[in-house]
């Protein structure tokens, strides 16, 4: 398994825990060594006007956002401070393929903030975050995923803990 160690992960224990908004808050943070941003889901939805196709394969396909102003994850991160902000369209068993075309355009000397709860099954980032609510979540469900995590974020949706001032960039992601 690859080590890549200027790429942060972030996970979660469902929708509406937080990732979107915690990724947003560390691309803040370190907006001044310009950051990437991308978003890996399963989930093939709808494409919006922002969206330019980079690459397409057999059942996945990679988007750079180019509109700061769509309200989609993907947009946020731009607002936030990411340089470049990119969406993988690809189910685990085409992850390795997309991933590949979009390493190849991916920096490996500056911060990328990654939301997914897949890309860990095939590279080992410097840093891979689970974010978990604040008031319990199911453990069967995230025992595979909390295993691998090197940090527990707990969420109430808007604040996090610990905090991702704690979080820094230096050649590679560390707590301060």
Not at 96 to 115: D, G, M, Y
Not at 164 to 170: A, E, G, R, S
Request: with cysteine; hydrophobic share 40%; charged share 25%.
């Amino acid at each position: 398994m690859e080590k890549l160690d200027n790429i942060l992960v972030i996970a979660g224990s469902g929708q509406n825990v937080g990732k979107t908004t915690l990724a947003c808050q560390i691309l803040q943070n370190e907006k001044e060594k310009s950051p990437v941003a991308l978003k890996i889901t399963p989930h093939f939805h709808k494409i919006t006007k922002g969206l330019t196709e980079i690459q397409k394969g057999k059942n996945w396909a990679l988007f750079e956002e180019k509109d700061k102003t769509s309200g989609k994850d993907s947009s946020r991160y731009l607002q936030n401070g990411a340089v470049k902000s990119y969406l993988i369209l690809a189910k685990d068993d085409t992850l390795e393929n997309a991933f590949s075309a979009i390493k190849k355009i991916l920096p490996n000397k500056i911060p990328v903030v990654v939301e997914s709860a897949s890309l860990v099954k095939i590279i080992k980032p410097g840093l891979f975050l689970v974010v978990l609510p604040d008031g319990g979540f199911s453990q069967k469900a995230m025992e595979r995923i909390l295993l691998k995590a090197d940090l527990v974020v707990i969420s109430d949706g808007k604040k996090f803990y610990p905090s991702p001032q704690k979080l820094i960039f230096k050649n590679t992601w560390q707590m301060k």
